[in-house]
């Protein structure tokens, strides 16, 4: 119920979209407002993330979600290894419909789905696992992100962490 609330309490996509930018944290001890502060977990970028410095790399890939469904706009990416870099949208139009795209080895995406949950909202959804070789942020509608992980050949799995939608939300990343 709680969560049928907060999404009541989110705002219009008009409200969205007059101030896309979060305010930074002022002091360590202020607990980050989660709908708000979208580089609350910033620092959890995954064990295969690099910073994206605009660099040249391999593969890039955009991958999107279909409207305000819960569902990517792709079930299977394929990339070489190396560097890739993945630009990700939020294509909701409704101000509570948010989204991230985590990577994790083949077969944890169920793992990571549930942590998730548990991880809860401070941690924006995110579980603190050596599984998440990489994620974007999490984004309201209308939001982009931008990753760049550094994979071996393999086969990967790409989902959301919003709490439920990984069980719609998830594809396969092969990288040969
Ligand atoms: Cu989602």
Redesign the pocket.
């Known amino acids: 119920m709680m969560f049928f609330l907060l999404l009541a309490c989110t705002g219009s996509p008009t409200d969205e979209s007059i101030n896309p930018e979060p305010l930074p944290l002022v002091t360590p001890s202020i607990v980050p407002d989660p709908i708000t502060d979208v580089r609350a977990v910033e620092g959890v970028l995954g064990s295969r993330a690099v910073a994206d410095t605009g660099q040249a790399v391999g593969t890039s890939l955009t991958l999107g979600?279909v409207g305000d469904r819960?569902r990517f706009t792709e079930a299977a990416l394929s990339a070489s290894a190396g560097l890739i870099r993945i630009r990700f949208t939020n294509n909701a139009a409704a101000g509570a419909m948010?989204?991230?795209m985590v990577i994790v080895p083949a077969g944890k995406e169920e793992d990571i789905g549930v942590a998730a949950i548990a991880a809860g909202e401070s941690a924006r959804y995110l579980p603190d696992s050596p599984d998440v070789l990489a994620a974007t942020e999490m984004l309201r509608a209308g939001e982009s992100d931008t990753l760049v992980v550094d994979l071996p050949p393999g086969t990967y799995a790409f989902l959301?962490t919003?709490p439920g939608?990984y069980l719609q939300?998830r594809g396969t990343l092969t990288v040969t």
Do not use: A, R
């Open positions: 979600t819960i948010q989204h991230n959301c919003f939608h939300m």
